[in-house]
């Protein structure tokens, strides 16, 4: 079995403006750290949701992608199309 890496995108509930974008093998554990406070960045707008997250089979595609996603096209395309 190969395996998955998600790119996951996070809407907090209180602030819904606010967004966060990660990278993770599992996608579940993620959201429970974030939503405990052990992230420093994310804490402050916990408690989150997924709002869409992408399965990649390969590592540096997903990365990439996370990265892209953190820039300003990125940012863009997030909003038109992934939220």
Not at 1 to 21: A, C, G, H
Not at 55 to 81: H, M, N, V, W
Request: aromatic share 18%; with cysteine; hydrophobic share 35%.
């Amino acid at each position: 079995m190969k395996k998955e890496y998600f790119v996951y995108i996070l809407r907090s509930l209180d602030f819904p403006d606010k967004f966060y974008v990660g990278y993770t093998n599992d996608v579940r554990r993620r959201l429970e750290e974030h939503n405990s406070g052990s992230q420093i960045y994310s804490r402050r707008y916990a408690p989150w949701q997924i709002v869409t997250y992408i399965t990649f089979t390969d590592c540096q595609i997903a990365r990439r992608f996370e990265k892209y996603l953190k820039t300003p096209s990125g940012k863009a395309f997030l909003g038109k199309r992934l939220v």
